[in-house]
């Protein structure tokens, strides 16, 4: 299954390898870059090819990893998530057997970039540009990283290879093909599996929304601050990076609100703030037995806090012929708590 608009290609190739292996380095080193300069050149043209069978993952929106088993003649549509804002690459582990380490350099595997029609397990035939080539080398795991935008951030390393050559992705598919590099390779290894997993390389950042409600006759407005910038309106999915951050909400007739939270990687953080006038607020404790006068009027055991005016106010409690009057100043902004707290003493006499 190699059809190919340039149908010498895989001989073109085959003589390099061939002829690579009979020459000494000097000359190796000509013939490694006489082959990259052609791979480079067949990658400009969009070329017709089949596959023995199309396997189709799709990475959840969840950005959780995806696997396939696939043959040496096979072809691996990979299905990113809808919403990519938080992809910046693709990160793919080759897992192969043991007879393709001993027959190093035998497999190659093509990645494409325009890749139609779209690709289904059903398809065979395909047409799309290839990006690059390469051949499995001696390791049974093989790490791949894609990178997919400017916010890919995987620096290099010894133990995985970034791909140079850019996908654009346009149609939402990173497109894998595997094939036979050489003639003659036993049966075990044209018959063998490759465990191909992908995994999505996330960027540090997350989304924050923000719900604010206030009372339905204030009409007035506020101001959202997070870490200390101005925020114009009511975030709604707003990129922050994630760990922890600030929110500072403020008006003139609205009590500050301050709140700290933390933003996760590729997930949404939401926040409910409710705005409170700044009328002094009281809140009143006391035994459940006990009469409760405020301001000369008696309560039925309040439960929560209420609004009252700024100024001075009074507060009596009464449990059978026990009275107790406390005083104080409300002022605005402020919150009171009026706790009735009996006790009793024990003394040792003489």
Not at 71 to 90: H, M, R, S, W, Y
Not at 119 to 133: H, N, V
Request: charge should be negative.
């Amino acid at each position: 299954p190699c059809k190919s608009r340039f149908g010498f290609i895989p001989f073109y190739f085959l003589f390099l390898e061939r002829f690579m292996k009979n020459c000494k380095k000097p000359c190796k080193k000509i013939l490694f870059s006489l082959l990259l300069i052609t791979v480079n050149f067949f990658a400009l043209y969009a070329e017709n090819f089949r596959v023995a069978k199309t396997h189709v993952i799709s990475i959840p929106q969840n950005y959780s990893e995806v696997s396939a088993n696939l043959g040496i003649f096979d072809a691996l549509a990979i299905k990113l998530p809808e919403d990519k804002t938080f992809v910046t690459g693709l990160e793919l582990t080759m897992k192969v057997p043991q007879i393709m380490t001993t027959w190093r350099d035998s497999v190659a595997y093509s990645f494409y970039d325009g890749i139609s029609p779209f690709p289904t397990e059903k398809l065979i035939d395909y047409a799309g540009t290839r990006t690059s080539i390469s051949t499995i080398p001696g390791k049974i795991v093989n790490t791949i990283y894609i990178p997919l935008n400017e916010k890919f951030n995987i620096k290099n390393n010894p133990y995985a290879k970034i791909l140079e050559e850019k996908i654009s992705a346009k149609n939402g598919i990173i497109f894998l093909r595997y094939m036979l590099a050489m003639k003659g390779a036993p049966e075990e290894l044209e018959n063998a599996r490759i465990q191909v997993t992908a995994r999505p390389v996330l960027s540090n950042e997350g989304y924050f929304s923000l719900e604010v409600s206030k009372q339905e006759e204030k009409n007035e407005n506020f101001s959202i601050y997070i870490d200390d910038n101005f925020i114009p309106s009511i975030p709604q999915k707003m990129l922050l990076k994630e760990g922890e951050h600030h929110l500072f909400v403020t008006g003139e007739t609205f009590r500050n609100e301050v709140r700290t939270f933390i933003v996760e990687q590729a997930k949404l953080t939401s926040l409910k703030v409710a705005l409170r006038g700044i009328e002094p607020e009281v809140k009143i404790l006391s035994p459940e037995n006990a009469s409760i006068y405020f301001d000369g009027e008696e309560l039925d055991s309040p439960k929560e806090p209420f609004v009252i005016t700024q100024g001075p106010h009074t507060v009596k409690f009464t449990i059978g012929d026990y009275e107790i009057t406390k005083t104080f100043d409300a002022i605005n902004g402020r919150s009171y708590s009026v706790n009735l707290n009996i006790d009793a003493s024990v003394t040792e006499e003489e």
